[in-house]
Nanobody, 114 residues
Framework: QVQLVESGGGLVQAGGSLRLSCATS????????VGWYRQVPGKQRELVAT???????YYGDSVKGRFTISRDNAKNTVYLQMDSLKPEDTGVYYC????????WGQGTQVTVSS
């Protein structure tokens, strides 16, 4: 079955960097769109970034110029490099896959202190 496993979250000071990874299995990674969302308590899940099989990327307005999404089809893994982190980037980050429907990882906590 489809599995998405995130890693790389943690606590970082404002201005710092983190790199999230999402290891996937159970489907043909290379032909599918993948990405990252984030959520804070009391708010809707927010799109962070996506990347297609053709390596076309999309970023949410709040992260443009600071975050970079990438994928390694040989490793079935998608990454999110987060630079210049701000306290408002704090939240649970979820890996996302779309095939004929959406799939989600379990989430990894990112906390940015001021």
């Amino acid at each position: 079955q489809v599995q998405l496993v995130e890693s790389g979250g943690g606590l970082v000071q404002a201005g710092g960097s983190l790199r999230l990874s999402c290891a996937t299995s159970g489907f043909i990674f290379s032909i599918n769109k993948v990405g990252w969302y984030r959520q804070v308590p009391g708010k809707q899940r927010e799109l962070v970034a996506t990347i297609t099989s053709a390596y076309s990327t999309y970023y949410g307005d709040s992260v443009k110029g600071r975050f970079t999404i990438s994928r390694d089809n040989a490793k079935n893994t998608v990454y999110l490099q987060m630079d210049s982190l701000k306290p408002e980037d704090t939240g649970v980050y979820y890996c996302w896959l779309f095939t004929t429907k959406s799939y989600w990882g379990q989430g990894t906590q990112v906390t940015v202190s001021s």
